[in-house]
């Protein structure tokens, strides 16, 4: 019996030991490359599986890849794909430049009626804004606008201006890529120029309200151009009164009076 048990033992200490295997696993292959092997497992790793169907061609390059993406662009906005157009953002930077003809309406001064002085003008109009939402606009505008008298001598020693500037804000109701319609809403300050034979008189007051309607159909690019509509109520509270370069007087209106300015033009925009 001991020696039964003498021959058990000498021959489980010469047995070579097996390393287990996971059922279903398959034993490696003695002449297989390590590198490739390696390689293979990593492609075969869940988190890598994973990883790879999570990441669209949109993700960033992995190290040593080509990054064959368009760049990005912060004036045109987001790329969706490289076949696609550009999607403008609902926020950021805008400005517009307007041209028209404007007609004019009321008094300068009870008793002074503006058509009887002008036959209208031309401004020249800048908006700068910011979008804070896809409808909302808020921002400044300046208008610089060549006046045209009534009344100027045979001669033509004449000139007159109107220059208003102030704050606004815009609702956009139409997507950019098609037709933007907009209305607005502006206050701010107005000087009227005139001059005739070396006589200058300055009104100066305020544009009480500014309300303007318009449309702007897309030309791609983040760029618009469209008719609008603006209808100027102002108040003048002071004039000045110059001969050549020497002042005569400068006093506040008693009897003041409103007037109006309807502006038409056409409109072209430029951002968000």
């Keep these: 019996m001991r020696a039964a048990w003498l021959v058990f033992l000498i021959l489980l200490t010469r047995a070579a030991p097996v390393s287990a295997q996971p059922d279903g696993a398959e034993a490696p292959d003695p002449n297989a490359d390590p590198a490739s092997s390696a390689n293979g497992a990593e492609e075969l790793a869940p988190e890598n599986r994973a990883a790879a169907a999570d990441c669209p061609a949109h993700c960033p390059a992995r190290e040593g890849e080509r990054d064959?993406?368009?760049?990005?662009?912060?004036?045109?906005?987001?790329?969706?794909?490289?076949?696609?157009?550009?999607?403008?953002?609902?926020?950021?930077?805008?400005?517009?430049?307007r041209v028209g003809w404007?007609?004019?309406?009321?008094?300068?001064?009870?008793?002074?009626?503006?058509?009887?002085?002008?036959?209208?003008?031309?401004?020249?109009?800048?908006?700068?804004?910011?979008?804070v939402t896809k409808h909302v606009l808020v921002g400044?505008?300046?208008?610089?606008?060549?006046?045209?008298?009534?009344?100027?001598?045979?001669?033509?020693?004449?000139?007159?201006?109107?220059?208003?500037?102030?704050l606004q804000a815009q609702w956009h109701f139409g997507g950019?890529?098609?037709?933007?319609?907009?209305?607005g809403l502006g206050t701010g300050f107005e000087i009227y120029d005139e001059e005739v034979q070396g006589i200058t008189r300055r009104y100066t007051g305020f544009e009480l309200a500014n309300l303007q309607f318009g449309e702007d159909f897309s030309l791609g690019h983040r760029l618009g151009l469209g008719p609008f509509v603006s209808f100027s109520l102002g108040?003048?509270?002071?004039?000045?009164?110059?001969?050549?370069?020497?002042r005569v007087s400068d006093r506040e209106i008693a009897r003041k009076a409103l007037h109006l300015w309807a502006v038409f033009g056409i409109r072209l925009s430029f951002g968000a």
């Design 102 to 131: 404007g007609i004019p309406q009321g008094d300068q001064q009870s008793g002074v009626d503006v058509e009887d002085r002008a036959l209208g003008m031309a401004p020249i109009w800048l908006d700068l804004g910011y979008r």
């Design 68 to 97: 064959d993406r368009p760049p990005q662009d912060p004036l045109e906005g987001r790329r969706r794909g490289v076949e696609e157009d550009v999607v403008p953002d609902a926020r950021g930077f805008s400005m517009a430049l």
């Design 176 to 183: 950019r890529q098609a037709v933007d319609h907009w209305i």
């Design 235 to 246: 108040q003048f509270t002071h004039v000045e009164q110059s001969a050549g370069s020497q």
């Design 140 to 166: 400044v505008y300046a208008h610089y606008a060549f006046a045209f008298l009534t009344d100027c001598p045979v001669d033509g020693n004449c000139s007159a201006s109107d220059v208003r500037f102030g």
